[in-house]
């Protein structure tokens, strides 16, 4: 395994040739809780689908859709009256009033465990209170005495992880910054036959075969969308691409916290302070050394690797390169890009120039982006907000709805 090449010339805007027959979802929404509405989009968007949504809740209605879609990654536009919708991926129209939701109380309430109450779990818990479909039954936190930015009851709260699983959940929810306790927590869950939805790249991505063969064999499902992409639908994506035909290559900028360092050093801002903006942000992992010398991306590229061939990539055998203030890098627009080319049998991340380049170069902030190549030669794109506490939690939040039915 080493670091890759990157080709030198680019597919022409690739996302508008995979767009061509996806199939349409048309949602009729009641954008009075614009965040409840943009996860009815998002669920689409993650299905591959494009979406035309019909927002009704006043005038403003689109807007505050797009608003809410953008703050989880998903680009959307209000057509003008007359203009084609299809085209983009996600287009909302004005809808006329469909009156108030008429609330039908649940069949089942899911009993929920959340691992981690930080800026994931945080997000995460903040929903789950507001949902009658689901119940909280004990939030584990390293510090329970730790100021936080929501609400966590004190009856709910546990240091101990073997308390947490004591309580029965339903469904483990693990968004914790610590791999091996995360990674402990997911396999008794597992192996009890709880459900799991995980955030943790680090916990997932060490030897995801067995973690899944675990799930097989309890009868429990083991959801991870939020480990690689954040809000970003990269694994979705890949498991498309390979319904479609074997994966040959995968190109990825995988790390919000690189990508939006590199976005300010190309402004000429300085390094420290942008690694300060991306803590602050909710970016950066607890250590963001993981961040920078590609931790982060590689155990992510293994878990796309996971999707594509079910061959077990470790992250410890793929080349990494480290950002750093001296650190030297190419001219031009420079990205840090994991790639795994499956027919050379090889996978790195390295700092790679992609001017030009229709799906990397413009990438903003935190961004995420995702190319996948199969046999055929067919491209599969997908870009969206790659970290941060709104978009993991709507995609930790999509997982949560999958297994609430
Ligand atoms: N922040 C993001 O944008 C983002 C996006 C996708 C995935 N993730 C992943 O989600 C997980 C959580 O990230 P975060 O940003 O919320 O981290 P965070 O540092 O904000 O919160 C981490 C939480 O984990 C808890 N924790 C850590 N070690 C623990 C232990 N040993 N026992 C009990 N609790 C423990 C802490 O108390 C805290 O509540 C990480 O695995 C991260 O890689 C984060
Ligand atoms: N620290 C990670 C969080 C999302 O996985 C990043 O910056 O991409």
Not at 98 to 111: E, F, H, K, N, Q
Not at 152 to 173: N, Q
Not at 262 to 270: C, H, I, K, S, Y
Not at 374 to 381: P, S, W
Request: aromatic share 2%; charged share 25%.
């Amino acid at each position: 395994m080493t670091a890759l090449p990157l080709p030198r010339s680019f597919p022409a805007l690739p996302e508008t040739a995979a767009h061509a027959d996806e199939p349409v979802a048309l949602l009729q929404l009641d954008a009075t809780d614009a965040i409840e509405a943009a996860s009815a989009v998002y669920r689409e968007v993650r299905r591959g689908r494009r979406v035309v949504a019909v927002a009704s809740g006043g005038g403003d209605a689109p807007a505050r859709l797009i608003e809410a879609l953008d703050a989880i990654g998903v680009a959307a536009v209000q057509p003008a009256p007359g203009e084609a919708l299809l085209p983009s991926g996600v287009a909302v129209v004005a809808g006329p009033d469909i009156g108030a939701r008429r609330t039908v109380a649940p069949s089942r309430v899911l009993r929920v465990a959340l691992a981690g109450c930080g800026v994931v779990g945080g997000g995460v818990l903040t929903r789950l209170q507001a949902d009658p479909r689901f119940e909280v039954v004990g939030v584990l936190v390293r510090d329970p005495g730790k100021a936080r930015d929501v609400v966590l009851p004190p009856e709910l709260t546990l240091s101990d992880p073997a308390a947490l699983l004591a309580r029965e959940p339903d469904v483990l929810v693990e968004a914790i910054s610590d791999a091996s306790t995360g990674l402990a927590l997911i396999r008794a869950a597992l192996a009890r036959g709880i459900d799991v939805v995980s955030a943790n790249k680090q916990a997932v991505g060490g030897d995801l075969a067995a973690l899944t063969s675990l799930a097989e064999t309890s009868g429990a499902r083991l959801l991870y969308s939020a480990s690689v992409g954040g809000g970003a639908p990269l694994i979705e994506t890949v498991r498309r691409a390979r319904a479609h035909a074997p994966v040959v290559r995968i190109e990825a900028v995988l790390n919000g916290t690189c990508n939006y360092i590199l976005n300010r050093l190309a402004d000429g801002r300085d390094f420290d302070e942008a690694l300060i903006g991306a803590r602050e942000a909710g970016f950066a992992e607890e250590d963001p050394s993981a961040d920078l010398t590609g931790l982060d991306a590689a155990a992510k590229l293994a878990i796309l690797a996971h999707e594509a061939l079910d061959g077990g990539l470790s992250p410890d055998r793929i080349a990494r390169e480290t950002l750093a203030a001296e650190a030297v890098l190419p001219t031009g627009r420079v990205r840090q890009l994991a790639r795994l080319d499956v027919r050379k049998n090889l996978a790195g991340v390295a700092f790679r120039a992609v001017d030009g380049d229709p799906l990397f170069a413009d990438l903003p902030d935190e961004w995420n982006a995702l190319r996948v190549t199969t046999g055929d030669g067919r491209v599969f794109t997908a870009r969206g907000r790659g970290a941060g506490r709104v978009p993991t939690t709507e995609s930790v939040w999509a997982d949560l709805s999958e297994l609430a039915g």
